[in-house]
C-alpha cells in the first residue's frame, strides 16, 4: 500500500518533505506586521471539487479584514471570491504570522470542508518580485499540485487607511 502525501507529511510532523524535488508542506507561514495587506490572485484551478484557500493569523488569535468585515479564519472559495482580492492583517501583536492552507468543499457532505486528509499538500515558488506562487494539491485524488494554484504578494503597510 503506499502512503499518501498527508501520511508521508504527518511523519515529518506537517513538513515540509521532499516530493518528487518539490519541497512540500501542509501549510505555508509568512511573517506579517499590523495592518500589512496581502494581495491574492488565483491563477488557476479544477473543477472537480470546489477549492478553497484558507487563511489565519497567529492561530486564529489574529484578524483578517477583507471588504471592511473582519473574521480570524476566512476561505476564499473559488467559485466566490473573485479573480484578485486583497485582505488585511492584524496579528494579535505587533508583528505575527500568516498562515495559508488550501481546501476543498466535501462531495458527499456538502457542508464539511475537508483540509489535510489524502493527498493534500502544497508547495511554494518565490517570485523575483517576492510574489509566492502556491501550488495546491487536494487530497480526493492523485498528488496533483494543479488543483489549486494562486499568487500573493505582501505589500508594506504605508501607516494610512
Known sequence: MTTSLVGMLAEAKGGPIDYHGKRVMMSYKIPV?????????ILRYDNIFEQGIAISIDKRKGIVEVNSQKTNAPIFWTRTAPRTFSFKCFPS??????????????????????AWIGNAGLYVDQEEDGAIVFHCSN???QVDFENLVFR?????YSGKD
Open 152 to 156: 500573493i504578494k505582501l505589500n508594506q
Open 93 to 114: 501583536k505587533t508583528t505575527g504570522v500568516l498562515n495559508i492552507w488550501n481546501v476543498w468543499e466535501n462531495t458527499e457532505y456538502k457542508d464539511n470542508i475537508d
Open 139 to 141: 487530497g480526493m485524488q
Open 33 to 41: 506586521t499590523t495592518g500589512q495587506d496581502v494581495l491574492v490572485e
